[in-house]
C-alpha cells in the first residue's frame, strides 16, 4: 500500500508544481463564484443551494480536466511502460492516481469554504445542508474523477480524454432532467443512474446510504473500467 | 535463471513473436539481434511482464510471470527503448521516486542513489529536468533507473540507439562494467555492438530464433566457410556444376542465371581451412571456358546475420 501513497505524492507533486492546477482553481473560482454571487443577492437568501445545484455541471467540465492526463500523458510519453515494469500492480497504479484526483477536487472545493463563512455573517446559515453539500461534492467528486480516469486510459491523446470524460460526466448529471424522452416503464431505473439526484439529496443534509452507495459503485465502475482497459493494452 | 519456452505474441491476428525458446544462466550477457520489426522489443516486453504472451511460459528462477509477475519484475531492471521517463521530473526526484517504489527507504536509498550517480555520471544534472537533457544523458538516466534495485537481472532495449559514437562507448563501459556479475539481456540491431558486448548472440527474424550460439561460436562458424565468386563465359551450367563440385573442398556450387552477354555467375562455398582459389584456376583452365572473374568474401558475422535475415 505504500506504492499508493508514493504514487500519490507524485501525481500531487506534479499537479501543483505546475501552474496548470493553480489556473485550473483560479478559473474554476472565478466563473463558480460568478454564476453563484449574480444570482445570490437577487434571491437575497442566506444559503448555499444556488452554488450546490450548479455543481454538477461545473465538475462535468473541470473534473475531466484535471483528470485527462493521468494515464494518457504516460501512455503517450511511453513512460507506463518504465512505471509498469517496476514492482507495482496496475491496480496501485489506478488507485494512486485516482487520489490524486480526488485531493485535487478537495483542493478545488476548499477555498469555496470562504462562501458560508462569509454568507453566516450575513443571515442566519443553516450549516446542516452546507455540510451535506460539500459531503456530496466530495462524493460526486470521486465519482467523475472515477470517470475521468478512466477516460484518460482510453486514449493517449488528452483532448480526446477529456472530451470523452466530460461527455459520460455531463450525461450522467443532466439525466435527471432527460428522464421525458425515456419510455415509463425505464423511467424509475434511469431516474437512478442520474447523479444529480442523489447530488441534492445529500446536498439538502440528508445523507442517505442509497446515494452513498450510488456514487461509491459509479467510481468503483470506472476504476474497475480503466483496470479491464489497461489490462487488455498487456 | 531465465527459461522462456514457446512464447508466441499476436497483435490483432498479426504474429509478431512466434515460439520463442531459450534459456540462460546467471551472469551471462545475451545479444537479442534482429533487423527492425523482427520482434526484439515485444519479446522484451513480455520478458518484464509489460506485455502479456498469446502463449508460451516465462520463468525466471523459480518463479512464473503469469502468476508472479511483481515478484519477477523485483528482480530485474528494465530500460525500455529511448528511455521514455517523465520529462518533467527533475533527474533526483525521478530516482527517489523510483527508488520509493523499489521499497528503499531512508539512509538506504540515499545511499543508493549517490552510487548510481557515481556509476553513471550523474552528478552535474541531479537539479536539472530529465526533459532537459540530451539523448546520452537521458539514456544514462535510464540506466541508473534500471539499476535502483541491484538488480539480477537487467534487461536493456537498444540502450545505445541514436546516441553519437562518444555517448556509445560512455554505455558500453557501462554496460560491460555492470555486466561482470549481473545477468544482462540487451537487443541491438547493431552487429559490432552486441559482438562487442555480448557473451551470447541470439538472432531473431520476423518473431523466429534463426541463430543462437556464443558470440565466439558464432563468429568461427561464420569464418569456416569461404564464398569464391566466378564468371565463365562458353560454359554449359551443368557441366560447371559437374566438374567445380568434384573439386576437394568445395561444398556447394550456386550457379544463377545466365546473364544477356552468356556469361554465367556462379558462387562457390569451400571450406575455410585453406585457400582455395589456385585450385579452382587450375581446373578452370583445363576447360575450354572464360573465366571473367574471381574474388573471394569471407565469411563474418555480418554475412551470416544478413543470409539468415533477408527478406525471401
Known sequence: MHQVRHILTKELKDYFLSPIAYIVIAVYLVVTGWLFFSAFFVFGQADLRNFFNLLPFTFAFVIPAVTMRLFAEELNTGSYETLLTLPVTPGAIILGKFLAGVVFTAALLAPTIAYPIVISLMGALDWGPVIGGYVGALLLGAAFTAVGLFASTLTRNQIIAFIVGALVCFFLAVLDKMLFFFPQGLVGVVGYLGAEVHFQNVAKGIIDSRDVIYFLSVAFIGLYGAHLVLESKE | MIAVENLTKYYDGFCAVDGIGFTMAGGEILGLLGPNGAGKTTTLRMLTGYLRPTSGTIRVKDLDMEADPVAIKRLMGYLPESAPLYPGMLVYDYLSYVANLRGLRGAAREGRIRELVA???????????????????????????????????????????????????????????????????????????????????????????????????????AGQEHHIHLRLCHAAPDAVRERLAALEGVLRVEIAAPEGDGSLPLKLVCRGDRDRREDIYREIRATDWILTELYQRSRDLETVFRELTKES
Open chain 2, 119 to 221: 556509476l553513471c555520471s550523474l552528478w552535474d544534472i541531479m537539479a536539472k529536468p530529465i526533459g532537459d537533457l540530451s539523448k546520452g544523458l537521458k539514456q544514462r538516466v535510464g540506466l541508473a533507473h534500471a539499476m535502483m534495485s541491484d538488480p539480477e537481472i537487467l534487461i536493456l532495449d537498444e540502450p545505445t540507439s541514436g546516441l553519437d559514437p562518444n555517448q556509445i562507448v560512455e554505455i558500453r563501459d557501462i554496460i560491460r562494467r555492470i555486466g561482470r556479475e549481473k545477468t544482462i539481456i540487451l537487443s541491438t540491431h547493431i552487429l559490432s555492438e552486441a559482438e562487442a558486448t555480448c557473451d551470447r548472440i541470439v538472432i531473431i527474424n520476423k518473431g523466429r530464433i534463426v541463430a543462437d550460439d556464443r558470440t565466439e561460436n558464432l563468429k568461427r562458424t
